[in-house]
């Protein structure tokens, strides 16, 4: 079984920055893309950010040039860096990812999501 863990989530104040992780576990054989999405309540889920296995990344136009994404494969994580934040910001943030595992076939899990609120 494979599955995604968010953390870093927390209340922060404007211009303040966080780095959230996603880390997968379980029998996996490689790992393709690595999704970051948002959502907040009775809104409809946001792709953020995405960076692919060889580290080709792109970002929402909201988010550019404030969020960062890396990557580290062999321990199965990704981060999201997330810099100079805003009040607009706050949501619950999603990972999900392109998981090849050693049993074949392709999945796709997400993880529960942490929540992310940027407030004075």
């Known amino acids: 079984q494979v599955q995604l863990v968010e953390s870093g989530g927390a209340l922060v104040q404007p211009g303040e920055s966080l780095r959230l992780s996603c880390a997968a576990s379980?029998?996996?054989?490689?790992?393709?893309?690595m999704n970051w999405y948002r959502q907040a309540p009775g809104k409809q889920r946001e792709l953020v950010a995405v960076?692919?296995?060889?580290?080709?990344?792109n970002y929402a136009n909201s988010v550019k040039g404030r969020f960062t994404l890396s990557r580290d494969n062999a321990a199965n994580t990704g981060y999201l860096q997330m810099n100079s934040l805003k009040p607009g910001d706050t949501d619950v943030y999603y990972c999900?990812?392109?998981?090849?595992?050693?049993?074949?076939?392709?999945?796709?899990?997400w993880g529960q999501g942490t929540q992310v609120t940027v407030s004075s």
């Open positions: 960076i692919t296995s060889d580290g080709s990344t």
């Open positions: 379980g029998n996996i054989l490689s790992i393709y893309a």
């Open positions: 999900n990812a392109d998981i090849i595992p050693v049993t074949g076939g392709l999945l796709d899990p």
